[in-house]
């Protein structure tokens, strides 16, 4: 459902320039979204012939650090949005005067750090993980000791305040004696110790808002993960209405409160308790959304395009029940995988994203399928991926 609040403020049309920072997968999903719709695309990217850059209208190889070329890409572009949200403020500040900036380099700041974003959650009234900040050895102890023996088993989670992703830069504590190993594997000097989560199952919801206010929600995706990495999501998530309904309430008051212009993704843990809690915020489109490309009338690449544009937000009616499974690296570990017998499997889609060094953990790309029933979808994609791994 889509609601509006006020007017909407004059739109960028088709055929003018979008600009996205960052070259990987998002972007080039952004791209491939914005040039159907007739937009032209530039990318500003350390590297070239990146997933990106391969779609769009022009790569620009500079540093996001380097601002005379932030700032020479921001005046050949009508907005800025991002795909790479480890932006500097600096690099978003420079962008901003020459192009709006959506979401605004403000989401961007209070997002990138993990202290500063559960303390806006939290702070807004919103349902989180516990947490803790921990800035040496010595506050993560007392943290540890005030937790005591009522804690169960493990203890937390130690995570870097910046820079993780995907599992990295963070360390599951079991026992207060771990404390000094966890400590030292981060390598940092401001990290944040959540309560380990028991949880039923992770879910996320993509939330979208226009520069009127408008809003509208693509999931909930219910999600699994390998060694911290996204494996399959599958929508709906069979959970209920109930769920489903206050995930969507809980996204749609976090884009309201940051004011948040775009998209951007809330990912939850459902506690064995039945609470939803909010684990993470990426204020861009994410890997359990790619569904959406193949199962809604407007997927949330086109949604992002809509939304930074000013024009109306797309319908997210579903097709079908649907289910994404993950192109890991590691398919490639034993050569070239076999697109012949993945293709066989004629439903589904399948979505690569141009990269040419397959390393163990690298997403490759991904492929969706739609069937009567999510479980029905799930089984189809996880069978068309083994598929792969089948001798020629
Ligand atoms: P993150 O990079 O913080 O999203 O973490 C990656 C994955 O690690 C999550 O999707 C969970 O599967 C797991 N994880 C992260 N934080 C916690 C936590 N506090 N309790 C239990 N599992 C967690």
Known sequence: MTTRSSPAIAPILPGQTLGVLGGGQLGRMFTIAARRL???????????????????????????????????????VSVVTFEFENVSAAATDTAAKYAPVRPAGSVLHTTQHRLREKTFLRDAGLPVTPFAPVRSLEELNRTLVQRGAASPTPIG?????????????????????????????????????EDFIDFECELSVVAVRGMDGSFTSLGPMLN???????????????????????????????????????????????????????????????????LTIDAHVSCQFEQQVRSICGLPLGSTRLHAPAAMANLLGDLWQHGEPNWHALL??????LHLYGKNDPRKGRKMGHLTVLGTTPEEARAKALAAREALTLKS
């Open 38 to 76: 007739g937009y032209r695309v530039h990318v500003l990217v350390p590297g070239n012939d990146t997933p990106t850059g391969q779609v769009a209208d022009l790569e620009i190889n500079a540093d996001y650090e380097d601002l005379d070329a932030v700032a020479r890409f921001a005046k050949g």
């Open 157 to 193: 989670v130690l995570k870097t305040a910046s820079w993780g992703y995907d599992g990295k830069g963070q360390s599951v504590i079991r026992k207060p004696t771990d404390a000094g190993d966890a400590w030292a594997s981060l390598k940092t000097d401001e990290a944040i110790l």
């Open 224 to 290: 699994t993960h390998v060694h911290h990495i996204l494996d399959t999501s599958v929508t709906p998530t069979m959970l209920g209405d109930k769920i489903e309904r206050q995930a969507i309430d809980i996204a749609r008051a976090t884009v309201e409160k940051l004011n948040v212009v775009g998209v951007l993704c809330v990912e939850f843990f459902l506690t064995r308790s039945g609470k939803l809690l909010i684990n993470e915020l990426a204020p861009r489109p994410h890997n359990s959304g790619h």
């Open 344 to 349: 066989d499997h004629r439903d589904v889609k």
